[in-house]
T-cell receptor, first 112, second 111 residues
């Protein structure tokens, strides 16, 4: 079945450091790919998405590129802030309106 | 800004008791989802509704879990009897067929 694998956390970085969170997927066909963020005590929020190969999703300084050849959708940010501390989830979805299949989440902690 | 509402936010119960969670989706969203998020894992779909009809309940443990969305608006998820392994965050989401919007969740602890 379809699955998403993320790099293990927690990831601890200093403010202004470069961030990469790896995400790879296994799926039939051409799913859409997503990154969601969960701040402490809150629900999941969509951070960015890409719907086809080579698409780049971006939002709030975060970027991820849909790489079909490596079945990856790695999340990057050039300079993290303390306010970026959260849990990040990679997910895929086959159909509009269909269910999301999530990775296990990666906790990011940014220290001042 | 419209949001998905859930209640209660926290629930502590003893095993073998019944619990119920409520979700009010964003107005006009026909699709509603219930996900379960076990600590340290990603959310997994329990049940999906399109209006009042169940679209996918393949991962719902039907011997103890039930879900309904009688008028195609708000929804209730029930567990009876609760077991220790049901301790988790229960997330509700609704969709305009493009993006899924998540509520804050109900954290269930079964003692």
């Amino acid at each position: 079945g379809d699955s998403v694998t993320q790099m293990e956390g927690p990831v601890t970085l200093s403010e202004e450091a470069f961030l990469t969170i790896n995400c790879t997927y296994t799926a039939t066909g051409y799913p859409s790919l997503f990154w969601y963020v969960q701040y402490p005590g809150e629900g999941l929020q969509l951070l960015l998405k890409a719907t086809k190969a080579d698409d780049k999703g971006s939002n709030k300084g975060f970027e991820a590129t849909y790489r079909k050849e490596t079945t990856s959708f790695h999340l990057e940010k050039g300079s993290v802030q303390v306010s970026d501390s959260a849990v990040y989830f990679c997910a895929l979805r086959h159909d509009q309106g269909g269910k999301l299949i999530f990775g296990q989440g990666t906790e990011l902690s940014v220290k001042p | 800004e419209a949001e998905v509402a859930q209640s209660p936010r926290y629930k502590i119960t003893e095993k073998s008791q019944a619990v119920a969670f409520w979700c009010d989706p964003i107005s006009g969203h026909a699709t509603l989802y219930w996900y379960r998020q076990i600590l340290g894992q990603g959310p997994e779909l329990l049940v999906q509704f399109q209006d009042e009809s169940v679209v996918d309940d393949s991962q719902l443990p039907k011997d103890r879990f039930s879900a309904e969305r009688l008028k195609g608006v708000d929804s209730t998820l029930k567990i009876q009897p609760a077991e220790l392994g049901d301790s988790a965050m229960y997330l509700c989401a609704s969709s305009d067929n493009n993006e899924q919007f998540f509520g804050p969740g109900t954290r269930l602890t079964v003692l």
